[in-house]
């Protein structure tokens, strides 16, 4: 159980165009999911606790307007990079929280990594 | 806010030995979670144990156990037994009132013949 997975595992774009990462759910309902971002061996930083029905939460320093969230259902949050440049290539992952779990537990997906040429 | 240290990047054990990671935490909540992750190189984190601050009894799952120091904020990780799929990058993260994970910056763990 607590499966979390993550849609792509890999893509790689053009700068300056747009890319949709998905993270569901499996098997549990989570009303909160989370993003992170690891650069090359370093530690993952939290970006944005993503919502069911409102507005994520985003952390100081992370452009609300470059990383859109949107979190429609139970099961499913994504994740848009906007105009992305070389910069944002990195390894995105995502967690889930199980409504009827511990809050302080988090189920993480595979991670995409995103490549900006 | 709550701070996670990690002072060892990297650790090296050999195989059947016993290796003990270090983490250190800052924090001024009485009630909190602390937890250690696992991402091998497929980079998938994967929980190896919790430990809930109330508890004073450290928690063991079979060859991973802690060492919680409250009044020290110290939690360190000890495996027992190293085996070759214990390699990985470890990762020490703290949970508390507003139910977000903070992490360290990790041990690299190496497992020698």
């Known amino acids: 159980g607590a499966v979390v997975s993550q849609h792509p595992s890999w893509v790689i774009c053009k700068s300056g165009t747009s890319v949709k990462i998905e993270c569901r759910s499996l098997?549990?309902?989570?009303?909160?999911m989370f993003w992170y971002r690891q650069f090359p061996k370093q530690s993952l930083m939290l970006m944005a606790t993503?919502?069911?029905?409102?507005?994520?939460?985003?952390e100081q320093g992370v452009e609300k307007d470059k990383f859109l969230i949107n979190h429609a259902s139970l099961t499913l949050s994504t994740l848009t990079v906007t105009s992305a440049h070389p910069e944002d290539s990195s390894f995105y992952i995502c967690?889930?929280?199980?409504?009827?779990?511990?809050?302080?537990?988090?189920?993480f997906g595979p991670g995409t990594r995103l490549t900006v040429l | 806010a709550q701070t996670v240290t990690q002072s060892q990047p990297e650790m090296s054990v050999q195989e059947a030995e016993t290796v003990t990671l270090s983490c250190t935490y800052d924090?001024?909540?009485?009630?909190?979670?602390l937890f250690w992750y696992k991402q091998p190189p497929s980079r998938q984190m994967i929980l190896v144990i919790r430990?809930?601050?109330?508890?004073?009894q450290n928690a063991t799952e079979n060859r991973f156990s802690v060492n919680f120091q409250k009044a020290a904020k110290s939690f360190s990780l000890k495996i027992s037994d190293s085996q070759l799929g214990d390699a990985a990058m470890y990762f020490c993260?703290?949970?508390?009132?507003?139910?977000?994970?903070?992490f360290g910056t990790g041990t690299r763990l190496q497992v020698t013949l």
């Open positions: 967690s889930a929280r199980d409504n009827w779990g511990s809050v302080n537990e988090q189920f």
């Open positions: 098997d549990f309902q989570a009303t909160t």
């Open positions: 993503s919502n069911e029905g409102s507005k994520a939460t985003y």
């Open positions: 924090t001024s909540e009485s009630d909190y979670y």
């Open positions: 430990q809930e601050a109330y508890k004073q």
């Open positions: 993260a703290y949970s508390g009132t507003a139910s977000k994970l903070t």
